[in-house]
């Protein structure tokens, strides 16, 4: 579905990937304009800094840096192959979160399905020392862009997640830690703010935006508040010239919903309608409304026994209204294929209110 009518700059997924050739120092920098360079700290007041430091200092441990060699799919993405670089080399590199003690991690999707199998992770463990881990399982979703992957470890240190009642708002301040551009550059700290909450961009769930500075590489990284707890794995943002700070993370709550899944099944049983709506001219170009979805086909035998045919509208789902496709998204994150919702329709100029079993997406 088409984000908007009007211009955007590009939403970009933030894995690194790195074409390098043959010989080539993998983290040499040109250090030549140097000197020419003058580089003044923030002022922050004393207990913020502190404050900061501690969370950076706990989250840390539960961060790590994910590298493998990138698929042809990833390398094409990126603008290059690898006819355009003979004997070159290439290198994908993301950032991941810690949710177990015993090797468990979650990442974006699109870190982890952009490696060729054999991709390692790095920990950053006590003392400083780090230590690098094969891979041995992945579990991907591509529709939510999170995956969880399988270590041989022991004792990691698990990350601390907000809870469902413990919403982000506006103004709140944040800290995104990842592995940017460059594995070097592994566990960099980013402060900012929340931007925004419950956008809809290009994601089949609501993200939060950010200000903190968020790039390639930072995919699968965490946002902590200022409690140390995650409220998110960063996932993309917008980039163009004249463009700053534009980033989004997929939230705690669906952070949680789609692991939940994963451990259970192996993938994501969601609960569908088995429906496909169209959006209002509004809903599409981002301006608050109040209009409900249109019926664009019915794909289940279910929905079709239930009298639901093209052009009908959707008000509700047991009592909640949609107003996009990421709205009716949210609400079935509460249920699972097999469960029997309300519906509150428009057929034929008739206000109908419908149960229907939901089915398997």
Same mark, same amino acid.
């Given at each position: 579905?088409?984000?908007?009518?009007?211009?955007?700059?590009?939403?970009?997924?933030?894995?690194?990937?790195?074409?390098?050739?043959?010989?080539?120092?993998?983290?040499?920098?040109?250090?030549?304009?140097?000197?020419?360079?003058?580089?003044?700290?923030?002022?922050?007041?004393?207990?913020?800094?502190?404050?900061?430091?501690?969370?950076?200092?706990?989250?840390?441990?539960?961060?790590?840096?994910?590298?493998?060699?990138?698929?042809?799919?990833?390398?094409?993405?990126?603008?290059?192959?690898?006819?355009?670089? +003979? &004997?070159?080399?290439?290198?994908?590199?993301?950032?991941?979160?810690?949710?177990?003690?015993?090797?468990? $991690?979650?990442?974006?999707?699109?870190?982890?399905?952009?490696?060729?199998?054999?991709?390692?992770?790095?920990?950053?463990?006590?003392?400083?020392?780090? #230590?690098?881990?094969?891979?041995?399982?992945?579990?991907?979703?591509?529709?939510?862009?999170?995956?969880?992957?399988? $270590? !041989?470890?022991?004792?990691?240190?698990?990350?601390?997640?907000?809870?469902? #009642?413990?919403?982000?708002?506006? &103004?709140?301040?944040?800290?995104? @830690?990842?592995? +940017?551009?460059? *594995?070097?550059?592994?566990?960099?700290?980013?402060?900012?703010?929340?931007?925004?909450?419950?956008?809809?961009?290009?994601?089949?769930?609501?993200? *939060?935006?950010?200000?903190?500075?968020?790039?390639?590489?930072?995919?699968?990284?965490?946002?902590?508040?200022?409690?140390?707890?995650?409220? &998110? @794995?960063?996932?993309?943002?917008?980039?163009?010239?004249?463009?700053?700070?534009?980033?989004?993370? $997929?939230?705690?709550?669906?952070?949680?919903?789609?692991?939940?899944?994963?451990? #259970?099944?192996?993938?994501?049983?969601?609960?569908?309608?088995?429906?496909?709506?169209?959006?209002?001219?509004?809903?599409?170009?981002?301006? +608050?409304?109040?209009?409900?979805?249109?019926?664009?086909?019915?794909?289940? =035998?279910?929905?079709?026994?239930?009298?639901? =045919?093209?052009?009908?509208?959707?008000?509700?789902?047991?009592?909640?209204?949609?107003?996009?496709?990421?709205?009716? !998204?949210? @609400?079935? =994150?509460?249920?699972?294929? &097999?469960?029997?919702?309300?519906?509150?329709?428009?057929?034929?100029?008739?206000?109908?209110?419908?149960?229907?079993?939901?089915?398997?997406?």
């Amino acid at each position: 579905m088409k984000l908007s009518r009007s211009k955007l700059p590009a939403l970009v997924l933030l894995t690194s990937v790195l074409m390098l050739p043959t010989q080539q120092s993998v983290w040499a920098s040109d250090t030549s304009d140097a000197s020419s360079y003058t580089y003044s700290s923030p002022k922050f007041a004393a207990s913020t800094t502190s404050n900061i430091s501690k969370i950076i200092a706990r989250i840390s441990p539960s961060v790590v840096g994910i590298v493998g060699t990138p698929t042809a799919e990833a390398i094409a993405s990126e603008g290059g192959s690898e006819s355009e670089e +003979p &004997g070159g080399t290439g290198i994908a590199f993301g950032s991941g979160v810690i949710i177990s003690s015993d090797g468990w $991690i979650v990442t974006n999707a699109h870190v982890i399905d952009s490696m060729e199998p054999g991709a390692k992770v790095i920990t950053s463990e006590a003392k400083g020392n780090s #230590k690098t881990y094969l891979v041995k399982e992945i579990y991907s979703d591509t529709v939510s862009d999170l995956a969880i992957i399988k $270590i !041989n470890a022991t004792s990691l240190k698990v990350a601390s997640f907000v809870s469902s #009642k413990e919403q982000p708002v506006v &103004g709140e301040q944040v800290v995104a @830690i990842g592995t +940017p551009l460059s *594995l070097s550059l592994r566990n960099s700290a980013t402060a900012g703010i929340i931007s925004g909450v419950n956008r809809a961009v290009d994601a089949s769930y609501k993200l *939060l935006q950010t200000d903190a500075a968020i790039n390639p590489g930072n995919s699968g990284g965490p946002l902590v508040n200022m409690d140390g707890k995650v409220i &998110g @794995i960063n996932t993309m943002k917008y980039e163009a010239l004249g463009v700053d700070n534009l980033g989004f993370t $997929i939230p705690a709550d669906t952070v949680q919903y789609i692991i939940g899944q994963l451990f #259970k099944y192996g993938e994501v049983h969601r609960a569908s309608l088995g429906l496909d709506f169209e959006e209002s001219e509004d809903a599409l170009s981002g301006m +608050p409304t109040d209009d409900a979805l249109t019926v664009g086909k019915v794909n289940s =035998k279910i929905a079709t026994k239930a009298g639901i =045919k093209k052009g009908d509208i959707l008000y509700s789902v047991n009592g909640k209204k949609v107003h996009t496709v990421v709205d009716l !998204n949210e @609400i079935l =994150k509460s249920y699972v294929p &097999g469960q029997t919702v309300k519906l509150v329709m428009q057929s034929n100029g008739d206000i109908i209110n419908r149960q229907i079993k939901l089915s398997k997406e």
